[in-house]
């Protein structure tokens, strides 16, 4: 069984890996949020590109609605016209702008027919995207929620962690816990128990000063926290 100061170690260690572990996923919490933030964005995006592709569509068809009233007023003039000509080839010659005139409307027609089959199309697809991406984003909203309730009980979490981290610091004199913070800080776990002659941090075989420092048999007091002399780890016998 390890000595009283390498179990108040261990005591410090155990709770200084939750403190790590829990400040390392607080940490991750508002990139995560973030993320979701862009996926929001983007199905909002989707949205809007899919409402503008159908406006788009309306305004064209507006534009030719306009010019379908533009030449069939172009007709009614030049028919007003043909009926106070005394002229054959004014006639004829009104009567071909007629025709012209005529011929384009029929072109802006079909068009205008596949505009609004198009407008048609869009709308139904409109809908059904605008339905999918809202779910999407509630979907998105939830899972925002939860990582905010999360961040909350880590903060929490945290909190009773770093009182029970300073409680554990108590019993360690300044020396003892100068040496484990300064190891902790490069390599945790920063206490490791030897294994086969071999320290359990870098998995390197000790020197036997270290594995008698760490068995209790060493006379020199500057062993009293023996370390790896691979890894500078505070190395402990495990029986």
Request: hydrophobic letters at 40%; a neutral charge.
């Amino acid at each position: 069984m390890p000595n009283p100061v390498i179990q108040a170690l261990l005591i410090l260690q155990d709770r200084d890996l939750k403190r790590l572990g829990l400040e390392a996923n607080l940490k991750a919490v508002p990139a995560d949020i973030a993320r979701v933030e862009q996926k929001i964005a983007a199905e909002k995006a989707a949205i809007e590109t899919a409402r503008t592709e159908m406006r788009d569509l309306e305004v064209k068809k507006k534009a030719l609605e306009t010019e379908i009233g533009s030449a069939n007023d172009k007709v009614g003039r030049y028919k007003t016209q043909q009926l106070s000509v005394r002229k054959n080839d004014e006639y004829q010659a009104l009567g071909h702008e007629i025709a012209t005139a005529q011929a384009q409307i029929g072109e802006l027609e079909g068009k205008e027919l596949e505009i609004m089959y198009a407008i048609d199309e869009a709308r139904k697809k409109f809908a059904a995207a605008e339905m999918e991406l809202k779910t999407n984003i509630t979907g998105h909203e939830s899972r925002i929620r939860t990582l905010r309730e999360r961040d909350a009980s880590l903060a929490a979490e945290l909190k009773t962690v770093l009182t029970e981290v300073a409680a554990a610091r108590v019993p360690l004199d300044a020396f003892k816990l100068k040496v484990y913070d300064r190891i902790a800080a490069r390599n945790m776990p920063a206490v490791v128990a030897i294994h086969g002659a071999k320290c359990g941090g870098c998995h390197l075989k000790v020197s036997s000063e270290v594995e008698s420092a760490a068995r209790g048999k060493s006379a020199d007091p500057t062993l009293q926290l023996p370390t790896c002399d691979q890894c500078g780890r505070i190395v402990y016998w495990e029986s």
